[in-house]
């Protein structure tokens, strides 16, 4: 019989950890919904102690999702896992996860603490939040560069406390599969007590090997994969969800396990994180890129016509690919709109929410004849960003651009119920619009990425606009979609500076928490 391979997902957590990804409430609610629907068996939704608003959007998820596991991060210190224990208490299945650096460098440097003050904190911390819940995981920080042996005692002590899951991080992509695979295998081997607890990794992706060394842990018995929908994460990233698990799933002749996620949700649960996150899925990425299932040379489109599993060893529909859907039109009605956002995971928190929605696709659908999940999704998201931000509102935008002159923009923008008006020229037009903004609500920050999309396919297709700004080593990423693509990248840089304002911090965490 297949064992199961355990999908945690940790596109909350650790994939909002990317810098400018981070998500609102109501977008980790959407996600989560999504990920449900995926049928991944761990959510991680989030970091409980990171801010009143991480909390908040844990509890929520941990009220509302019932088919999958809900976990909460936590520093090996009482407080986190306190909050911890109470966001995710309502919970149909809770998981309290607890962790504490082990390598010998994080020890020296980042905690001060020695190897024996490590394993009675992170004994500590297991005991605690095994008196909240009977799913307690437990990772030693950086394992990938940490001492075997200390290892093997420090996770013998964690499994008699009362851990029940047993992660494994190469948190800085430092090793290589082989390498990591030994290692897993060894202390499986070597923790008298490695029986009472599933062994599970956690990579990162720094040097491009995140998926090699989850699967390689897995060919030695791992039995749990941390990962996140395409890849997001810290620095470089995260082993991909969608990799890890098509691989293991086409490749049954190697794998003796296989995992319970409904592949035909991963394609539409990439779009939904891209559109939320603002990050573009590149089109060469495995899976769920633009190109993954597109074939360019005559050879193999000859092959692939003749024989589709010449050149294609998975079917595109297994993952999700289908044309875009055609769901909604301007004749559409109230009760269509509202059937289909439920249909897509979007669910509105009151009439007034939906119909100011319906609204705003109604105000689409005059200049755009065909209306797609795409199109509705970032649609929702933008309507999310502006109740979250209100500080400042885009009023109208005025824009010249000619041959041989230079391109000018006046805004006006509403400023907390006061309307502003600014203009300014520029190298083009969306320069002269930022400039514009610029001089009416002064920002002081950098420029760190603009980037374009558009939603779906046709020259009426909405533009889907991503910036970044860095401000006192702050990173906010802001989004906006229009049809007009100068409209949105207005959008998006309100949007983004909405975000600077902000008052809410969330801390990182692994900034060291131990008490």
Same mark, same amino acid.
């Given at each position: 019989?297949?064992?199961?391979?355990?999908?945690?997902?940790?596109?909350?957590?650790?994939?909002?950890?990317?810098?400018?990804?981070?998500?609102?409430?109501?977008?980790?609610?959407?996600?989560?919904?999504?990920?449900?629907?995926?049928?991944?068996?761990?959510?991680?939704?989030?970091?409980?102690?990171?801010?009143?608003?991480?909390?908040?959007?844990?509890?929520?998820?941990?009220?509302?999702?019932?088919?999958?596991?809900?976990?909460?991060?936590?520093?090996?210190?009482?407080?986190?896992?306190?909050?911890?224990?109470?966001?995710?208490?309502?919970?149909?299945?809770?998981?309290?996860?607890?962790?504490?650096?082990?390598?010998?460098?994080?020890?020296?440097?980042?905690?001060?603490?020695?190897?024996?003050?490590?394993?009675?904190?992170?004994?500590?911390?297991?005991?605690?939040?095994?008196?909240?819940?009977?799913?307690?995981?437990?990772?030693?920080?950086?394992?990938?560069?940490?001492?075997?042996?200390?290892?093997?005692?420090?996770l013998e002590a964690v499994i008699?406390?009362?851990?029940?899951?047993?992660?494994?991080?190469?948190?800085?992509?430092?090793?290589?599969?082989?390498?990591?695979?030994?290692?897993?295998?060894?202390?499986?081997?070597?923790?008298?007590?490695?029986?009472?607890?599933?062994?599970?990794?956690?990579?990162?992706?720094?040097?491009?090997?995140?998926?090699?060394?989850?699967? /390689?842990?897995?060919?030695?018995?791992?039995?749990?994969?941390?990962?996140?929908?395409? %890849?997001?994460?810290?620095?470089?990233?995260?082993?991909?969800?969608?990799?890890?698990?098509?691989?293991?799933?086409?490749?049954?002749?190697?794998?003796?396990?296989?995992?319970?996620?409904?592949?035909?949700?991963?394609?539409?649960?990439?779009?939904?994180?891209?559109?939320?996150?603002?990050?573009?899925?590149?089109?060469?990425?495995?899976?769920?890129?633009?190109?993954?299932?597109?074939?360019?040379?005559?050879?193999?489109?000859? %092959?692939?016509?003749?024989?589709?599993?010449?050149?294609?060893?998975?079917?595109?529909?297994?993952?999700?690919?289908?044309?875009?859907?055609?769901?909604?039109?301007?004749?559409?009605?109230?009760? /269509?709109?509202?059937?289909?956002?439920?249909?897509?995971?979007?669910?509105?928190?009151?009439?007034?929410?939906?119909?100011?929605?319906?609204?705003?696709?109604?105000?689409?659908?005059?200049?755009?004849?065909?209306?797609?999940?795409?199109?509705?999704?970032?649609?929702?998201?933008?309507?999310?960003?502006?109740?979250?931000?209100?500080?400042?509102?885009?009023?109208s935008l005025r824009v010249c651009?000619?041959?041989?002159?230079?391109?000018?923009?006046?805004?006006?923008?509403?400023?907390?119920?006061?309307?502003?008006?600014?203009?300014?020229?520029?190298?083009?037009?969306?320069?002269?619009?930022?400039?514009?903004?610029?001089?009416?609500?002064?920002?002081?920050?950098?420029?760190?990425?603009?980037?374009?999309?558009?939603?779906?396919? %046709?020259?009426?297709?909405? %533009?889907?606009?991503?910036?970044?700004?860095?401000?006192?080593?702050?990173?906010?990423?802001?989004?906006?979609?229009?049809?007009?693509?100068?409209?949105?990248?207005?959008?998006?840089?309100?949007?983004?500076?909405?975000?600077?304002?902000?008052?809410?911090?969330?801390?990182?965490?692994?900034?060291?928490?131990?008490?």
């Amino acid at each position: 019989m297949t064992d199961r391979l355990i999908v945690f997902d940790t596109t909350l957590r650790d994939g909002e950890q990317s810098p400018g990804a981070s998500m609102t409430a109501d977008e980790k609610m959407r996600l989560a919904r999504q990920l449900e629907r995926l049928r991944v068996d761990v959510i991680e939704a989030g970091f409980p102690a990171a801010s009143p608003g991480d909390f908040e959007a844990v509890q929520r998820i941990a009220k509302q999702v019932r088919e999958s596991t809900i976990c909460g991060l936590a520093r090996a210190n009482a407080r986190d896992v306190d909050l911890a224990a109470d966001a995710v208490k309502p919970a149909e299945s809770p998981r309290i996860h607890t962790f504490i650096a082990t390598s010998p460098i994080h020890m020296r440097e980042k905690l001060r603490m020695s190897p024996e003050q490590v394993l009675e904190q992170a004994v500590l911390s297991v005991k605690q939040a095994r008196n909240s819940t009977g799913d307690v995981e437990f990772s030693p920080e950086d394992a990938g560069r940490s001492d075997e042996d200390f290892l093997c005692r420090l996770l013998e002590a964690v499994i008699d406390a009362g851990a029940t899951t047993i992660n494994i991080p190469d948190t800085v992509g430092y090793t290589m599969p082989s390498q990591f695979g030994e290692l897993i295998g060894n202390l499986m081997e070597r923790i008298p007590n490695s029986d009472k607890a599933i062994f599970s990794v956690h990579c990162h992706n720094d040097l491009g090997m995140a998926v090699a060394n989850s699967l /390689a842990a897995v060919l030695k018995g791992a039995r749990q994969v941390e990962c996140t929908v395409n %890849g997001l994460g810290e620095r470089a990233g995260n082993a991909s969800l969608e990799e890890i698990v098509m691989a293991v799933r086409t490749r049954q002749d190697f794998f003796d396990c296989d995992t319970n996620i409904d592949s035909t949700q991963i394609v539409p649960a990439s779009r939904l994180v891209s559109t939320i996150t603002g990050f573009p899925v590149q089109p060469n990425k495995a899976i769920v890129g633009a190109n993954a299932f597109a074939h360019e040379a005559g050879i193999h489109q000859d %092959g692939v016509l003749k024989n589709r599993e010449t050149y294609e060893i998975m079917r595109a529909e297994d993952v999700g690919w289908s044309a875009n859907k055609l769901v909604l039109g301007k004749h559409s009605g109230r009760t /269509a709109f509202t059937k289909r956002l439920s249909d897509l995971g979007i669910e509105f928190e009151s009439k007034v929410d939906r119909d100011e929605a319906f609204a705003r696709f109604k105000t689409l659908a005059d200049k755009k004849h065909e209306i797609f999940d795409e199109d509705l999704i970032a649609l929702v998201s933008e309507s999310d960003s502006e109740q979250v931000n209100e500080k400042l509102q885009l009023v109208s935008l005025r824009v010249c651009s000619a041959t041989g002159e230079i391109p000018k923009a006046v805004v006006t923008l509403n400023i907390e119920g006061t309307e502003e008006t600014g203009s300014a020229t520029g190298d083009g037009v969306v320069d002269a619009s930022y400039k514009a903004v610029e001089s009416i609500a002064p920002s002081k920050s950098n420029l760190l990425l603009y980037s374009v999309n558009n939603i779906t396919t %046709g020259t009426d297709a909405q %533009g889907e606009v991503s910036v970044r700004l860095e401000k006192d080593g702050r990173i906010v990423n802001g989004n906006g979609a229009a049809t007009d693509i100068v409209i949105a990248s207005v959008k998006a840089y309100v949007n983004a500076l909405n975000r600077l304002n902000q008052s809410q911090y969330s801390v990182h965490p692994q900034l060291s928490g131990t008490e």
